[in-house]
């Protein structure tokens, strides 16, 4: 795979092709602050033709039997999972993430989904309504055409997967544009739909700037919908241009998930839950459980449990198997982390981990050591605004009227859970909390065949469920008169 080397190209219409205007840019390994590859930048010319070629590929795609797709999807899968090892491992490097995630936990979630959409595509049906008269009515399903697909840095290989694997189980073609900070496995995966047999210009992937190649891909008249994951700000600029082309957006944003535990959990489990998904990744987790609200019963003791827990992590080498915290994707994010965690202190929450001295001298790599702040309240800025880095914010509570006010308290809606024994509660909790993911005495599970979705702040639309049959389709009624 060319992906693999230090030169890179854009994966477009069946080819790896340089830019139309010769341009390229550097990705880094963020470990080291070295150059990884050069990557050729996509121009909306680019773009153009990807989106040309796309519609000849679908109209291709389309004419196919449903099996045969099936078939060729569950050959992509098998590839994907083939080169699991080397696409975890240009995952790590690209973006920082500990190699035991990008293999034990990316690697699969691709290949299953790929293979749930596999399987969705020869159920894909239409419906017959109860027609007035002498008249027969009925539904189809159809394809929207070309899909912009545009993905952030966080979960390079998931995010094109998630967007890729139901653009094409709904008889779409896709235009990927992979964030600039993580473009290796995104190029990566346009070359092994092609070694799967799909079609060429079925995927096409085209690394570049949002400015460029993602405002073209939005602006495209040939773009029949986009699926976005980012940012909020530039989700709702995205949202809007979507709009005035009259086209749907799904949106998948960010957020400031709060993980309630009532004193009635195990202080160690709910230590154990918010260790793993709040410090996976770094903490750049969309879901990541940043408010970690704690019942006054135990709030001493979950606190002392997560701080000896991030005290002990071992942040290093994302390559090496033992290394649970790697380095945050570039110096711009650890600057914007830290002065998450400046803010914090001046706020007057107490920094129980981390430290609050400036990082940037530290070299090589762009390492932040994890941080928890404790004594938050809710109008602080640590506890309102995505930090998006090994930075938790701990809030005391009594009661459940105060649990759910403060749990609902912020602009996001992405995901929210609560650790308790009362089912009753738990209950009570999955119905009042106004996020899309509801996790009850866990965190951060996923499925393909769920949806995955966000509310307020943190968006709309699913890439994942079979909710994707409507949002990757066009339903047409068709009327026949009978006599
Ligand atoms: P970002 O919004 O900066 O960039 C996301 C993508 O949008 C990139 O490919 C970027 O190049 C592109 N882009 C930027 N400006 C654009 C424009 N004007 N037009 C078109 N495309 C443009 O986000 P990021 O920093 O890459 O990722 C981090 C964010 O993503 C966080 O806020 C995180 O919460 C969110 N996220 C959300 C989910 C979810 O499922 N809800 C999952 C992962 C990440």
Redesign the pocket.
């Known amino acids: 795979m060319e992906a693999l080397t230090d030169k890179v190209s854009l994966v477009l219409d069946g080819e790896l092709v340089e830019a139309s205007t010769g341009a390229r840019f550097d990705t880094v390994n963020p470990a080291t602050g070295a150059v990884l590859a050069s990557v050729a930048e996509a121009s909306a010319d680019d773009v153009d033709r990807a989106v040309r070629s796309g519609h000849a590929a679908a109209r291709k795609w389309q004419r196919m039997r449903p099996s045969q797709r099936a078939r060729l999807m569950v050959r992509y899968a098998a590839l994907v999972e083939q080169h699991g090892d080397e696409l975890a491992l240009l995952q790590t490097r690209d973006m920082g993430k500990p190699i035991r995630e990008s293999q034990g936990i990316d690697v699969p979630v691709m290949v299953e989904t790929l293979e749930y959409f596999a399987g969705l595509i020869t159920k894909i049906e239409g419906r017959t309504t109860p027609a007035p008269g002498r008249f027969l009515n009925y539904t189809v399903r159809e394809p929207i055409g070309v899909i912009g697909a545009?993905?952030?840095?966080?979960?390079p290989a998931v995010?094109a997967i998630w967007k890729i694997a139901p653009s094409l189980a709904m008889g779409n073609a896709v235009v990927l544009?992979?964030?600039?900070?993580a473009p290796l496995v995104p190029a990566a995966l346009g070359e092994l739909a092609l070694e799967a047999g799909l079609p060429a210009g079925l995927v096409n992937v085209l690394p570049g700037?949002?400015?460029v190649a993602?405002?073209a891909?939005?602006e495209h008249p040939g773009v029949g919908k986009i699926s976005?994951?980012?940012?909020?700000?530039?989700?709702r600029?995205?949202g809007r241009s979507a709009s005035d082309r009259l086209i749907t957006a799904s949106l998948?944003?960010?957020?400031k998930s709060a993980l309630v535990a009532f004193g009635d959990s195990s202080p160690a489990v709910v230590a154990s839950v918010v260790f793993q998904a709040m410090y996976s990744n770094q903490g750049e987790t969309?879901t990541a459980p940043s408010r970690l609200l704690v019942e006054r019963p135990i709030y001493d003791e979950v606190i002392a449990l997560v701080v000896e827990k991030v005290e002990a992590a071992r942040v290093g080498n994302p390559e090496d198997r033992e290394t649970e915290i790697g380095p945050l994707v570039d110096a711009a994010a650890r600057t914007s982390v830290h002065s998450y965690v400046t803010a914090g202190v001046a706020e007057g929450a107490t920094l129980a981990a981390g430290s609050a001295a400036d990082p940037s001298s530290a070299a090589p790599g762009f390492f932040y050591q994890p941080a928890v702040f404790t004594d938050v309240t809710a109008g602080m800025r640590i506890a309102q605004e995505?930090i998006?880095g090994p930075v938790l914010s701990v809030l005391p509570f009594e009661g459940e009227d105060a649990a759910i006010a403060l749990a609902n308290d912020t602009i996001y809606g992405?995901g929210a859970g609560v650790f308790t024994r009362d089912v009753g509660r738990a209950l009570r909790f999955a119905q009042t909390l106004d996020a899309g993911n509801i996790w009850v005495n866990s965190w951060g599970v996923l499925n393909p065949a769920s949806p995955?979705s966000?509310f307020r702040f943190?968006?709309h639309g699913s890439d994942l469920g079979q909710a994707t049959i409507d949002a990757f389709t066009k339903e047409k009624s068709v009327w026949v008169r009978l006599d």
Do not use: H, M
């Open positions: 545009i993905t952030p840095w966080n979960f995010q544009k992979p964030a600039q900070l700037r949002g400015s993602g405002n891909l939005v976005f994951t980012g940012s909020t700000d530039v989700g600029q995205i998948e944003l960010g957020g969309c995505e998006f992405l995955y966000g943190s968006g």
